[in-house]
């Protein structure tokens, strides 16, 4: 976590910015739900629990920084909500989404597995790829077992 925060810092350093209080606070907050696709009023009322003076503005001004710098990407699954969805440090390209149409569950695919069609839209298309989102709709794990077993 502290070596992530200190990576942030360096990369905000890089850009003439500097890791104010608010903006770590709301760091800390999108690198503890790693793992979820949280809006910027989740993350407010996350950053509000420890940083109660913080307000919903600044929070989505750094939102908006951390997208622009490419720290976080924004994604939007279709809700109309705009998520906010930290890049996986290291990787060329944005990771995957598995959305489940039944529970809403969002899985994350970190393989990228498309090096096979990016080779063909680059050499057919002439077009040179620098990133893609993809998102799968369909039904999760879970929700297969479950109605595995109300069928029995
Ligand atoms: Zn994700
Ligand atoms: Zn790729
Ligand atoms: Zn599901």
Redesign the pocket.
């Known amino acids: 976590m502290e070596t992530r925060i200190e990576r942030v810092k360096k990369q905000l350093h890089s850009s003439s910015y500097k890791l104010t209080p608010q903006r770590e606070a709301t760091v800390r907050v999108l690198l503890e739900h790693e793992e979820d696709h949280l809006s910027a009023e989740d993350v407010y009322l996350l950053v509000k629990e420890k940083s109660p003076e913080i307000g919903l503005a600044t929070v989505y001004r750094t939102l908006e920084l951390l997208t622009e710098l490419k720290i976080v990407d924004k994604i939007n699954f279709g809700d109309g909500v705009s998520r906010y969805d930290l890049r996986t440090e290291g990787a060329d390209h944005f990771h995957h989404h598995l959305v ?1 149409i ?2 809403g ?1 969002v899985d994350e695919i970190q393989k990228d597995l498309l090096e096979d069609v990016e080779d063909v839209v680059e050499k057919e298309w002439n077009f040179k790829i620098k990133d893609h989102r993809l998102t799968f709709h369909g ?2 794990h ?2 297969q077992q479950k109605q595995l077993q109300e069928s029995k």
């Open positions: 489940c039944e529970c569950t039904v999760c879970r929700c």
